[in-house]
């Protein structure tokens, strides 16, 4: 198989339309090298954990612990890891960038203005990434069509210029129905936060529960514009979505 790459990444797109979630990782297993599945341990992470548990494939996994998650978040990596028999690894931010950002902006920050609320993610969220992907050759995550505005028009592989490597989406086309059934019918621990409400869970001082009829994302910086929202994990340097060009 040619090496995927971002002049040829539209082929494997067209490849990898409506194939199966287990037929996305089960690929990714096959044609890469050094895999890395980047867990947020949000419902959708939890089926793919699942997933590469089950897979065959030595893929590893990791989480970001960017100091300010919920209590029932670290709860959950123990019993995942305890249930699917993963060793799930845990990147920590850079100390001294911390210390440095909360000097200069305040322990807060991310409440002033966007600006703000974009270097806190790329301190405590994109750098740990970035340091944990390098040597990888792609990683998977679980990014869902109708989670977000922002996400689409995405594909069940994308090509990750901030990184150099292709991106697998194996929920790329299923609902958030799905995700729950799938959760449910294969008994896979999930955060209880799920049931009181939070949609997408990520730092606790940056989500709340979202009301009837909200979107998906709304709880997480809820003060922005909805187009906004995305921590800066899934776009490119330039600030534009991570999709094909």
């Not at 044609?31 to 089950?54: K, R, Y």
């Not at 901030?162 to 086309?173: E, H, S, T, Y």
């Not at 009301?211 to 514009?225: I, T, V």
Request: charged share 25%; with cysteine.
């Amino acid at each position: 198989m040619d090496k995927i790459d971002q002049d040829n990444i539209g082929g494997f797109q067209t490849g990898l339309k409506g194939a199966t979630a287990d037929e996305i990782v089960d690929f990714a297993g096959k044609n890469l090298q050094s895999p890395v599945f980047a867990t947020s341990l949000g419902q959708e992470d939890q089926v793919i954990a699942h997933l590469v548990a089950n897979s065959g494939f030595n893929i590893p996994t990791i989480t970001l612990d960017t100091g300010r998650l919920f209590p029932k978040t670290y709860d959950l990596i123990a019993s995942t890891e305890e249930k699917l028999g993963l060793n799930i690894q845990i990147a920590f931010p850079d100390a001294d960038e911390v210390e440095q950002m909360v000097d200069e902006e305040g322990i807060n920050l991310f409440r002033k203005s966007i600006h703000s609320r974009k270097r806190c993610c790329e301190v405590r969220k994109m750098h740990p990434l970035k340091r944990s992907l390098e040597g990888s050759d792609g990683w998977i995550c679980g990014l869902r069509r109708d989670q977000s505005p922002t996400r689409t028009e995405m594909h069940a592989v994308e090509w990750d210029s901030g990184n150099g490597i292709p991106k697998f989406n194996p929920l790329i086309d299923w609902s958030l129905d799905d995700v729950q059934r799938y959760l449910k019918e294969n008994d896979v621990p999930y955060n209880p936060l799920h049931d009181q409400g939070f949609a997408s869970i990520g730092c606790a001082c940056c989500t709340r529960a979202i009301k009837p009829g909200e979107d998906l994302r709304a709880g997480r910086w809820w003060w922005e514009h909805p187009e906004q929202k995305e921590c800066g994990l899934h776009f490119n340097p330039d600030g534009s979505i991570a999709k094909n060009k």
